[in-house]
């Protein structure tokens, strides 16, 4: 059997999504209970630091699914190369505040999430509150800020 040498296609984690059913009550949990520092903070979703790593543990009211987010270079090339390797698009890529999301299938099924930072990252004030950037849709608040 002949295998491919290519670049991995996945670059890291950016973060695993929890859906909570209130932002405070999540916040209660995950930070002080669990001691996860709270990196960043927007009106829908908290990014908290995880002990080691660069990955984030996103909290969030946005919706009842979570996911973990793999962090690609560009998620329309990440699509094109996995379409042409057998799987599939489920959801296509949509702006959010640091970039494009999508969800993607293998061959087999399983939804993975892309995501980009072709808009770099959330820009927060010094309490951490994501600070609104102009023109940029709200759909999800994803990770990876900067003060």
Known sequence: MSRARSRPL?????CVRIPVPDLAAGLSFYRDKLGHE???????AAGLRLAKGG?????????SRGE?????DSVSRAIERITRSGGSVLEAPVEIPVGRVAIVADPWGNAIAILDLSKGRLRTDA??????????PRRRSHSRRVR
């Open 10 to 14: 996945f670059r890291d984690i950016d």
């Open 38 to 44: 709270l990196i960043w903070l927007s009106e829908t």
């Open 55 to 63: 990955a984030e543990l996103v909290i969030h009211v946005e919706s």
């Open 68 to 72: 973990t987010d793999l962090l690609v």
């Open 127 to 136: 309490a951490g509150k994501v600070k609104p950037s102009a023109g940029t």
